[in-house]
């Protein structure tokens, strides 16, 4: 009873304000999503990956561990989701790389925090850095058949990532005044990101409900599957074993309807592939967290 409670404790607060988002949406309240991404993704984030890492007790040889096996975690849902949609027959444009890339910054770093603390936080970034160089890169390759090294190294949560493993490696830390300054932002990170999920998630209109169950199913296999097979394969540590599998069974990312919408690859079916695999989420997360902790 004392572990169910402890789930919720952490599953709630990502949840909550999640509905908040998609609450104040249906109601007609205006939220400027492009502008609070951009926000969130320009300043929030890169400081709370950032800040994350510098201050984190990660062993850099452990850092580095991880960042393999999150890489080799991808490899091995990039191959099953690759047979996924061969044996289903859906568009492999559409569907490929929303089954591939799934939510890990706008609810697998809450879920991380929560959940872990500040270790987890840290492990959590490592896996989300990894996904986010892959999804500008190979993702919008999958998306639009063409993909761009260039744009990768515009993202501020990429150099970010590159900063604070710098730190962590040379245990430097920024003069206490600008490290008060970058907490303060990245503290804006969270928040920002489960509302807007809620609100993006409210505004989405989805098509093909019965297809989005099936792939969101399967999706989350997948991503349990591999998590926890690549976390034995390379003898991570509890809380690294736990944060690796969680993150990669995140539901599908927000991201996967913009890039749909852009390359104009069905987005209305994204779009339920976004909110079922989300709704499926809130019961199996919790679930898989029980097993975890």
């Known amino acids: 009873m004392t572990l169910v ?17 998609f609450v104040w949406r249906k109601m007609g309240l205006d939220y400027p999503v492009a502008f609070v991404t951009r926000l969130a993704m320009t300043i929030a984030v890169p400081c709370l990956i950032f800040t994350a890492l510098m201050r984190t007790e990660i062993d850099p040889a452990s850092l ?16 099953l ?18 089954t591939i890339f799934g939510n890990t910054g706008n609810l697998g770093l809450p879920l991380a925090v929560f959940a872990f603390g500040e ?10 850095a990894v996904m986010a160089v892959l999804t500008f890169t190979i993702g919008i390759r999958m998306v639009s058949g063409h993909g761009s090294a260039r744009k990768v190294l515009k993202e501020p949560m990429v150099w970010a990532t590159l900063l604070g493993a710098l730190f962590l490696w040379q245990g430097w830390h920024t003069p206490r005044w600008l490290t008060n300054s970058l907490e303060l932002a990245g503290q804006l990170a969270i928040p920002l990101m489960l509302f807007t999920l809620g609100v993006a998630v409210a505004r989405l ?8 169950v099936l792939l969101s199913a399967a999706k ?5 599957g591999a998590g926890v097979a690549i976390g034995w394969a ?17 539901p599908v990312a927000v991201t996967s309807y913009l890039f749909a919408e852009r390359y104009e690859t069905d987005p209305q079916a994204v779009a339920g592939y976004v909110v079922v695999s989300t709704l499926m989420s809130v019961i199996a997360l919790p679930v898989l967290l029980y097993f975890l902790l």
């Open 234 to 250: 390379f003898h991570l540590d509890p809380v690294a074993f736990a944060v690796l599998v969680v993150q990669l069974a995140t």
């Open 205 to 212: 209109t989805p098509r093909g409900v019965g297809r989005a």
């Open 220 to 224: 989350l296999a997948i991503g349990v």
């Open 5 to 21: 409670l402890t789930v919720l404790e952490i599953v709630a607060p990502v949840f909550l304000l999640a509905t908040a988002g």
């Open 64 to 79: 580095s561990t991880l960042t393999l096996a999150a890489l080799a975690g991808y490899a091995v849902v990039m191959a």
């Open 119 to 128: 270790l987890g936080l840290g492990y959590a970034v490592v896996v989300f």
């Open 81 to 98: 989701s690759v047979l996924l949609i061969w044996g289903t027959g859906v568009d492999r444009r559409t569907f490929l790389a929303p």
